[in-house]
């Protein structure tokens, strides 16, 4: 399809494991963003990405989570020594126009992870 | 950093119905506010946005006001609809601060 894909769209996981996250944003699309949004929430903003480039990293709860995306298309994100506490829905979403302008993000159906 | 508070956390209302939703936000160098509709198992999407050199902006049955003065904006939905029941988000946003979210508000449109 033509939207934002993020696979896996559940994943159950053990406390203490290491989980990936993956976002294959619109073709074309210059900013990827990653949210987590809580059930009742609101999107809780992650990090972002300007093409490869990650911009603001500012929402990153700890150093147990990070991101990438090596060539501007595809993110990852990873969460290491997995929490019961990062149990949530991870939303990717992507615009295109950069950063500097306001632009329609377009989310994707998100990641529910569970740890167990 | 940007603080927004969304009210009312729940509304219902009888099809045919009008439903306002607003929204506060703290700091007053944000200048695009988004409204998304987020269905069941779905990702958020969006319905309409305004600026900051507008003050009401409209769509069919949707319209958003913006008060800059006040720091706040609302959402008006007119002759409600079953398929308007959702989760209404709004966002406050300016360049070097990211988009930040409301709660939401869930709407019920009663037959």
């Known amino acids: 399809g033509a939207g934002v894909s993020q696979s896996p769209r559940y994943k159950v996981t053990k406390r203490g494991q290491d989980v990936a996250l993956r976002c294959d944003p619109i073709s074309g699309h210059v900013s990827l963003y990653w949210y987590r949004q809580a059930l009742g929430q609101g999107p809780e903003f992650l990090t972002y990405f300007n093409y490869e480039a990650q911009q603001d990293k500012s929402g990153l709860p700890n150093d147990r989570f990070s991101a990438e995306r090596p060539e501007g298309s595809i993110s990852t994100l990873t969460i290491q020594r997995t929490e019961q506490r990062d149990s949530a829905m991870y939303r990717c979403?992507?615009?295109?126009?950069?950063?500097?302008?306001?632009?329609?993000?377009?989310f994707g159906e998100g990641s529910r992870l569970t740890v167990l | 950093g940007e603080n927004v508070e969304q009210h009312p956390s729940t509304l219902s209302v009888q099809e045919g119905d009008s439903a306002v939703i607003k929204c506060t936000y703290s700091?007053?160098?944000?200048?695009?506010f988004p409204w998304y509709k987020q269905e069941l198992g779905k990702g958020p999407q969006l319905i309409i946005d305004?600026?900051?050199?507008?003050g009401e902006k409209k769509d069919q049955r949707i319209a958003v006001t913006l008060n800059k003065t006040a720091k706040h904006f609302s959402l008006h939905i007119t002759e409600t609809q079953p398929e308007d029941s959702a989760v209404y988000f709004c966002?406050?946003?300016?360049?070097?601060?990211?988009?930040?979210f409301g709660p939401g508000t869930r709407l019920s449109v009663l037959p």
């Open positions: 700091d007053s160098a944000s200048n695009y």
């Open positions: 305004i600026r900051s050199n507008v």
């Open positions: 979403a992507s615009s295109t126009q950069g950063h500097a302008n306001t632009g329609e993000l377009f």
């Open positions: 966002a406050a946003f300016y360049y070097g601060q990211n988009f930040v």
